[in-house]
T-cell receptor, first 113, second 113 residues
Framework: ETGVTQSPTHLIKTRGQQVTLRCSSQ?????VSWYQQALGQGPQFIFQ???????GRGNFPPRFSGLQFPNYSSELNVNALELDDSALYLC????????????FGPGTRLTVT | GDSVTQMEGPVTLSEEAFLTINCTYT??????LFWYVQYPGEGLQLLLK?????DKGSNKGFEATYRKETTSFHLEKGSVQVSDSAVYFC????????????FGKGTSLLVTP
């Protein structure tokens, strides 16, 4: 069974730029959720994708957007980066209709300068 | 809305000491409750869970009981080890939020030899 993987591991961007982060779901899972974890804080829910559509969203502006592909992998896109977007971005996969447990990837550390 | 409050850290204990990390929650529905652990530089790992009142989750010597009357889910371990040093997050999810996880701020635990 393949776990959740994320790429890249680390990323440095400049304010105003755009970034794309990628996530591959655990084998057999059909739902992907993204979380932002600022330094010293708990993860905050960004959004969730199921059947290639957004299925719930936290308190994040529209410049945070995503995609889910037919193979259940996912992308998180952030436009017009701000310094406060510096964080660890975590992807989690789960199975709708299963036990709904979320399994996390190792995260992508984004630094905005 | 739903929320999770957990005790502030850092918590420093000697090896073999008893551990308690308090967690209380506010929820309008009937949430599932979780403890996740994050080791330095890594993503989140599910430590244990409980899906209904009076359930006890347990794993690796850690335990937590879902107490609906006190809206609590305190994490306990009888004898901690140096390898337990990590950040511990209490979280809840329910159907109303599409099973997105709502995390507390985390409690850092340092176990010294």
């Amino acid at each position: 069974e393949t776990g959740v993987t994320q790429s890249p591991t680390h990323l440095i961007k400049t304010r105003g730029q755009q970034v794309t982060l990628r996530c591959s779901s655990q084998s057999g899972h059909n739902t992907v959720s993204w979380y932002q974890q600022a330094l010293g804080q708990g993860p905050q829910f960004i959004f969730q994708y199921y059947r290639e559509e957004e299925n719930g969203r936290g308190n994040f502006p529209p410049r945070f957007s995503g995609l889910q592909f037919p193979n259940y992998s996912s992308e998180l896109n952030v436009n017009a980066l701000e310094l406060d977007d510096s964080a660890l971005y975590l992807c989690a996969s789960s199975l709708v209709g299963g036990n709904y447990e979320q399994y996390f990837g190792p995260g992508t550390r984004l630094t905005v300068t | 809305g739903d929320s999770v409050t957990q005790m502030e850290g850092p918590v420093t204990l000697s090896e073999e000491a008893f551990l308690t990390i308090n967690c209380t929650y506010t929820a309008t529905g009937y949430p599932s409750l979780f403890w996740y652990v994050q080791y330095p530089g890594e993503g989140l790992q599910l430590l244990l869970k409980a899906t209904k009142a009076d359930d006890k989750g347990s794993n690796k010597g850690f335990e937590a009981t879902y107490r609906k009357e006190t809206t609590s889910f305190h994490l306990e371990k009888g004898s901690v080890q140096v390898s337990d040093s990590a950040v511990y997050f209490c979280a809840l999810s329910d159907r109303n939020s599409g099973y997105a996880l709502n995390f507390g701020k985390g409690t850092s635990l340092l176990v010294t030899p």
